[in-house]
């Protein structure tokens, strides 16, 4: 895996006219992991874009060394075709392998011929990490990820989790939910609301 690290500097986000978050800083340096808390509606999600490159922040910087996948509840997958023809799409625009193996490791391989949109909220879920673990991403930002999983599906993806930082991965992780890995820093949004 190639050398990351992830960095934010007084990091601030708006909505309309309304600050979410401010003051907002965080490094992550290969093998971290940090856990984003708030209630809904304080930016979690917002902050993971940020973090993403995917939206401005009003005030602050970002730095990113590494590749980034996005997972969050819009997989990006195409809704009509086979989840075997959507992950084949972003294999394509990713430049990597076959995700047959991932989809084993995820139990969605005996879905590969099913349409994305007749898939459960799990099995999307599932079917996102696929094409995550496809990406060859050195740092994961994980909004959310174990909703709609059960028990079986979220011991794999804390597995997966666990070995992506051993292999020297970032992940962040914004969730309301406990996330049951070793030694991950914690980010209270809540502190940094207005």
Same mark, same amino acid.
């Given at each position: 895996?190639?050398?990351?690290?992830?960095?934010?500097?007084?990091?601030?986000?708006?909505?309309?006219?309304?600050?979410?978050?401010?003051? @907002?800083?965080?490094?992550?340096?290969?093998?971290?992991?940090?856990?984003? !808390?708030?209630?809904?509606?304080?930016?979690?999600? %917002?902050?993971?874009?940020?973090?993403?490159?995917?939206?401005?922040?009003?005030?602050? !910087?970002?730095?990113?060394?590494?590749?980034?996948?996005?997972?969050?509840?819009?997989?990006?997958?195409?809704?009509? /075709?086979?989840?075997?023809?959507?992950?084949?799409?972003?294999?394509?625009?990713?430049?990597?392998?076959?995700?047959?193996?991932?989809?084993?490791?995820?139990? @969605?391989?005996?879905?590969?011929?099913?349409?994305? #949109?007749?898939? %459960?909220?799990?099995? #999307?879920?599932?079917?996102?990490?696929?094409?995550?673990?496809?990406?060859?991403?050195?740092?994961? +930002?994980?909004?959310?990820?174990?909703?709609? +999983?059960? #028990?079986?599906?979220?011991?794999?993806? !804390?597995?997966?989790?666990?070995?992506?930082? %051993?292999?020297?991965?970032?992940?962040?992780?914004?969730?309301? +939910?406990?996330?049951?890995?070793?030694?991950?820093?914690?980010?209270?949004?809540?502190?940094? /609301?207005?």
């Amino acid at each position: 895996m190639q050398d990351c690290s992830l960095s934010a500097n007084d990091i601030a986000c708006r909505r309309g006219d309304r600050v979410l978050f401010h003051g @907002v800083n965080l490094s992550l340096q290969a093998g971290d992991a940090l856990h984003i !808390t708030a209630a809904n509606g304080i930016g979690k999600s %917002s902050l993971m874009r940020i973090l993403a490159g995917l939206l401005l922040p009003v005030a602050g !910087t970002v730095s990113r060394e590494g590749a980034i996948g996005l997972l969050d509840e819009r997989p990006a997958l195409d809704l009509h /075709a086979s989840l075997a023809d959507a992950l084949s799409f972003w294999g394509s625009v990713d430049q990597s392998s076959d995700a047959h193996e991932q989809a084993l490791l995820l139990g @969605v391989e005996e879905l590969l011929d099913v349409p994305f #949109r007749y898939l %459960s909220t799990g099995q #999307r879920k599932r079917a996102a990490f696929v094409r995550l673990l496809n990406q060859d991403a050195s740092i994961w +930002l994980l909004d959310e990820p174990l909703n709609g +999983l059960d #028990r079986d599906a979220r011991d794999r993806i !804390t597995s997966l989790i666990k070995l992506h930082r %051993s292999a020297g991965g970032i992940c962040v992780i914004a969730s309301h +939910l406990a996330i049951d890995l070793p030694d991950i820093a914690p980010l209270d949004l809540e502190e940094h /609301a207005q």
